[in-house]
């Protein structure tokens, strides 16, 4: 279902503008097409942002384009080696098939979007996945969330491994508040992985002793046969103010 198209377009990042703590929700309505997006930003290159969402956003939304949330990533990455500066995630109306042309539509509206885009990100990644059911969840800044991403190298390997990852988050009590196992890619960004979650953790502890379990069961009982690469880090929610 990859599909390759030469200008694209993304206004996911305009709610991260001002965005306020108490805004850390993500609802998704069913049978919509969702945007998680990797992004650096460019150094001093907020002016440029600015008026990039001020220009941009408003038609995107007349095309269907609905905001979600975003999280600064501010700690190092539990896994990998990749280091964005947020992680933000809106959706588009429909499917894929749906989808491509609306990025169509707003880049005839819009054909200098590619090169303002360049301009303010200087790392850009996505993956893409539809929504089978409602999404709605709700952020606490005093618990512990973490997005992850697998590449599977062995597939009967990493079968044993999302079973084993499922349990053990039930284990050490935490929640897997979304499991996606049909992710893409639907532009060429990056290597869409092959299972995206994002768990929530009481405390550190509880995180770190899950880690263990998963590092101990890989090494003992998979030798590391399951995964092709992984990308992990934590979200970060502050606290709410007022």
């Not at 945007?35 to 290159?45: E, H, N, P, Q, V």
């Not at 005839?108 to 200087?122: N, T, V, Y």
């Not at 090494?219 to 092709?228: T, V």
Request: charged share 25%; aromatic share 14%; glycine share 6%.
């Amino acid at each position: 279902m990859l599909r390759s198209i030469l200008i694209i377009v993304s206004l996911t990042f305009g709610y991260s503008l001002g965005l306020k703590a108490q805004d850390k929700s993500l609802a998704i309505e069913k049978n919509r097409v969702a945007d998680f997006l990797f992004i650096t930003d460019r150094k001093g290159a907020d002016p440029l942002k600015a008026a990039y969402f001020e220009d941009m956003f408003p038609s995107a939304q007349q095309l269907g384009f609905q905001r979600g949330t975003a999280f600064k990533i501010d700690r190092p990455p539990i896994s990998g080696m990749y280091y964005p500066d947020f992680l933000a995630i809106g959706s588009w109306p429909g499917n894929w098939e749906q989808r491509a042309p609306l990025f169509g539509e707003l880049s005839s509206q819009k054909p200098d979007i590619r090169e303002r885009r360049l301009a303010i990100w200087s790392s850009f990644n996505m993956l893409n996945f539809e929504t089978q059911t409602a999404i709605d969840l709700q952020f606490d800044s005093s618990k512990i969330y973490v997005f992850g991403a697998y590449w599977k190298a062995d597939p009967k390997a990493f079968s044993v491994l999302k079973k084993a990852f499922k349990n053990e988050v039930k284990q050490h009590n935490g929640k897997s508040t979304l499991l996606i196992e049909e992710a893409y890619s639907m532009f060429g960004y990056t290597d869409a992985a092959d299972f995206l979650f994002i768990t929530e953790w009481e405390s550190q502890a509880a995180f770190d002793a899950f880690q263990n379990s998963m590092h101990s069961f890989k090494k003992e009982q998979l030798s590391n046969a399951a995964l092709r690469a992984s990308s992990e880090f934590y979200l970060s929610v502050p606290p709410k103010k007022g």
